[in-house]
């Protein structure tokens, strides 16, 4: 049976393998997200709000951190 560090860090070599792929579906999908929300009954100052913060986020992932969190949580 495996450690939890061997199973985080099998997780980790996964997700770290595909981690530019996940950039660009967070990317492809900015813009989508943006007009999904605009249909929302909300006003255009928080609908520009949005569009705009949507648009100025980055992606980024710390595959260290979730590793570290992993094991935590699976102590529990």
């Known amino acids: 049976m ?3 560090e061997e199973m985080a860090s099998k997780g980790y070599t996964k997700a770290t393998a595909k981690d530019a792929n996940i ?3 967070w990317e492809a999908a900015k813009e989508r997200c943006i007009a999904n929300y605009g249909k929302l009954p909300f ?3 928080r609908k520009a709000n949005h569009a705009a913060a949507v ?3 980055t992606h980024r992932t710390n595959w260290e951190k979730w590793r570290d969190n ?4 699976m102590r529990e």
């Open 23 to 25: 950039k660009r579906s």
């Open 2 to 4: 495996a450690t939890l």
């Open 43 to 45: 006003g255009p100052t």
């Open 70 to 73: 992993w094991i935590a949580k």
């Open 55 to 57: 648009r100025a986020a």
